[in-house]
């Protein structure tokens, strides 16, 4: 789950990390009536939707004076912003977010993920802020420092000098870059965050250590131990879709392809899409049913892959174990009852009663291209939306 850069400031704040001073609203009179109290003579306005990039797609913007931030909100809120991450589609702005402006004598990289292929913690930070990291990425690797902590209730001393290495900061500096961290790692184990980014991390003109931006991701598996993080949700920022796939209890993603995918089991999920791929065409979701799902469950997932206009075809790639074809069969009749299907439907079944969900489908009237394998279902799916 994503939360807003003002969210994620006020829990940096609530762990001792100093963020400027900032407000937000809904509605431009609010946030003109509010920013009366942030005392500076800049103030800076952002666009709070879930994405990078804002800046360059119009949607920070610096003002010298409340008459100034009062336009440029008016000019803001409602907009369509189109980011690198938003895809063509956009986010509309839907509140927005003012804070003092700080007075910036560096700029540097800093985040926070769970590093699965080593089971650590990684620390990224670099002295390039402010920038794409990928971009550093590509041209200064060596600009780049990465560093994986073993997983514990706090982080070493050691491990903190490390991280901060590359920020070649004054000893006061450096001890408030220490603390930093620290802070950072503790939110990250107590809240069960997934990522933690902070671009830029700004050193001011008064030596002081200040997160001028502030991304965060927290694991939807264990936001039933945190009710005050799942309160930060913003539906606005979802796809419907995805929303009503959590319902439900189902694993799904919209794409941006033609072939609607309906599979059980996330690796054969992601097989599922590559074999697509391989055949020339894009998925048009992932959408992992589990291993023991109802018919219920079932229908849902197949009338959410139905409600995505750009779904030219469906693929559904079942292996029942402790998913049973006929279960599934079931579903898919009873979802095809209530909702007309224009587009060719491909299925391939193995596994725990396979042949009885074939007697299913067979018998429902449905048109159904039926698949032997993984590679004929693909290749049958893509011919059939040609």
Known sequence: MNIHEHQAKEILKNYGVKVPKGIFAFEVQDLIEKSKVLKTDKYVLKAQIHSGGRGKAGGIKLVNNLEELENEAKNLIGKLLVTHQTGPNGRKVKRLYVEEASEINKEFYLSCLVDRESSKIAFIS??????????????????????????????????????????????????EAINLIKSIYKMFVEKDASLVEVNPLILTKDNKIVCLDAKMNFDDNALFKHPEILELRDLNEEEETEIEASKHDLAYIKLDGSIGCMVNGAGLAMATMDIIKLYGQEP?????????????KVSAAFKIILSDKSVK????????????????????VEAAREIRINVPLVVRLAGTNFEEGKKILDNSGLKIISASDLGDAAKKVVEAIK
């Open 284 to 296: 048009a979701n992932f959408l992992d049913v589990g291993g023991g799902a109802s018919k219920e």
């Open 313 to 332: 075809g469906i693929l559904i790639n079942i292996f029942g174990g402790i998913m049973r074809c006929d279960v599934l069969a079931k579903g898919l």
């Open 126 to 175: 670099s002295d390039q802020g402010g920038m794409d990291i990928e971009d550093v990425a590509n041209n200064n690797p060596e600009k780049i420092l990465t560093t994986k902590v073993e997983f514990s209730d706090q982080i070493s001393e050691d491990d903190c000098k490390k991280i901060i290495e590359i920020f070649n900061l004054d000893k006061e500096a450096n001890e």
